[in-house]
């Protein structure tokens, strides 16, 4: 069965510090990862894609990276700003018969930048 | 111009009532789901239509009876309303499912069941 872990559970930081969020999931045979973004009393946004033949994806401030070997995945967001406070989610995709996927979520990252 | 829009946002009712959520996407997307996130922020998985058909059905109560009239709308029926039906549903979209997707998000409905 498939778990997604994300540590830390909370993290608090002055503006402009740069940051590692980590991903971690127990079964390795992934179809993708995503990162979402998900801001209070709103929907997810997805951030980074990286598919399971790819090992990171950039935008912006944002570099997400995947080692499916050692089933990790990490958030890196540079030069943190107050606007980037909000709940990071990690998912992992699964593939099953008839060739389609679901995510599994991890219970997130509560990032808050104060300034 | 919002991609995936689901009502109502807010929804208070009795145990035992009955209850739909809607969802609509104006993305063109060819797949539509239905998360719940409980109390303590987990995101599952419920249901997963592609074109009107249904492709996952994860362990839900069969109280809860998904519809999709159309590719672009997939509603969510509760019967007997429980307590711990308390959470709050997202819907969700894709254009497909290959490993390139990306899943839009609608903005969620907080039920709260009294």
């Known amino acids: 069965k498939q778990e997604v872990t994300q540590i830390p559970a909370a993290l608090s930081v002055p503006e402009g510090e740069n940051l590692v969020l980590n991903c971690s999931f127990t079964?390795?045979?992934?179809?993708?990862l995503q990162w979402f973004r998900q801001d209070p009393g709103k929907g997810l946004t997805s951030l980074l894609l990286?598919?399971?033949?790819?090992r990171e994806q950039t935008s912006g401030r944002l570099n997400a990276s995947l080692d499916k070997s050692s089933g990790r995945s990490t958030l890196y967001i540079a030069a943190s700003q107050p606007g980037d406070s909000a709940t990071y989610l990690c998912?992992?995709?699964?593939?099953?018969?008839?060739?389609?996927?679901?995510?599994?979520f991890g219970a997130g990252t509560r990032l808050a930048v104060h300034p | 111009d919002t991609a995936v829009s689901q009502t109502p946002k807010y929804l208070v009712t009795q145990m035992g009532n009955d209850k739909s959520i809607k969802c609509e996407q104006n993305?063109?997307?060819?797949?539509m789901y239905w998360y719940k996130q409980d109390s303590k922020k987990f995101l599952k998985i419920m249901f997963s239509?592609?074109?009107?058909?249904?492709?996952i059905n994860e362990t839900v109560p069969n109280r809860f009876s998904p519809k999709s009239p159309d590719k672009a709308h997939l509603n969510l029926h509760i019967n007997s309303l429980e307590l711990g039906d308390s959470a709050v549903y997202f819907c969700a979209s894709s254009q497909g499912t290959g490993d390139y997707e990306k899943l839009f998000f609608g903005s969620g409905t907080q039920l709260s069941v009294l």
């Open positions: 079964d390795s045979a992934i179809y993708n």
């Open positions: 239509y592609n074109n009107k058909e249904l492709i």
């Open positions: 998912a992992v995709s699964l593939m099953f018969s008839g060739g389609y996927n679901k995510l599994i």
């Open positions: 993305l063109g997307h060819d797949t």
């Open positions: 990286i598919q399971s033949s790819q």
